[in-house]
T-cell receptor
Framework: DTGVSQNPRHKITKRGQNVTFRCDPISEHNRLYWYRQTLGQGPEFLTYFQNEAQLEKSRLLSDRFSAERPKGSFSTLEIQRTEQGDSAMYLC????????????FGPGTRLLVL | AQSVTQLGSHVSVSEGALVLLRCNYSSSVPPYLFWYVQYPNQGLQLLLKYTSAATLVKGINGFEAEFKKSETSFHLTKPSAHMSDAAEYFCAARGGYQKVTFGTGTKLQVIP
């Protein structure tokens, strides 16, 4: 069990640029979640996948955000035309497909939009 | 829908003193409850979870939490604070297959 990994760990970009983050879940986990955490707040849910299917999206996930999990393994989160308000820590978590299963979190990708 | 309230965004305790971090939840169904710890610039690490098996849940690093349905609370305690406990703590709730809802966090400062 190598844990959830996320890349890159840090990203600085200029407003208007596109960015893409990657999450590699724990290998046997079917469910994968994306959260966003801004300074002084708890993580807020963005979206989740069961295998390759995206089952729920938060209203926080504007049209500029898109997430994929094409083969049911790793996932990418893309933000198009970044805005300064997108600056945050983006956290990925994974879990087994069962009600009481714990979500295990990756170290996060910290995005700074200048 | 779940909501989680953590009372006190900052808590300071002396080293060796009792740690008490408060969490209340609102839910129409019995939730699964969690405490996570986050160190600076790191992801969240699970401390403990309540899944209805026992109301008193023991976690890692000497932490424990008690589920009190009548008070809709899930407070986190540790008998004796250690300097390494300084971090931010998040209470979270999940009902069934739903997403996890987090509280706003409590930063714990441990004073030598």
């Amino acid at each position: 069990d190598t844990g959830v990994s996320q890349n890159p760990r840090h990203k600085i970009t200029k407003r208007g640029q596109n960015v893409t983050f990657r999450c590699d879940p724990i290998s046997e986990h079917n469910r994968l979640y994306w959260y966003r955490q801004t300074l002084g707040q708890g993580p807020e849910f963005l979206t989740y996948f069961q295998n390759e299917a995206q089952l729920e999206k938060s209203r926080l996930l504007s049209d500029r955000f898109s997430a994929e999990r094409p083969k049911g393994s790793f996932s990418t989160l893309e933000i198009q035309r970044t805005e300064q308000g997108d600056s945050a820590m983006y956290l990925c978590a994974s879990s087994r497909d069962a009600q009481q299963e714990t979500q295990y979190f990756g170290p996060g990708t910290r995005l700074l939009v200048l | 829908a779940q909501s989680v309230t953590q009372l006190g965004s900052h808590v300071s305790v002396s080293e060796g003193a009792l740690v008490l971090l408060r969490c209340n939840y609102s839910s129409s169904v019995p939730p699964y409850l969690f405490w996570y710890v986050q160190y600076p610039n790191q992801g969240l690490q699970l401390l403990l979870k309540y899944t209805s098996a026992a109301t008193l849940v023991k976690g890692i690093n000497g932490f424990e939490a008690e589920f009190k349905k009548s008070e809709t609370s899930f407070h986190l305690t540790k008998p004796s604070a250690h300097m390494s406990d300084a971090a931010e703590y998040f209470c979270a709730a999940r009902g069934g297959y739903q997403k996890v809802t987090f509280g706003t966090g409590t930063k714990l400062q441990v004073i030598p």
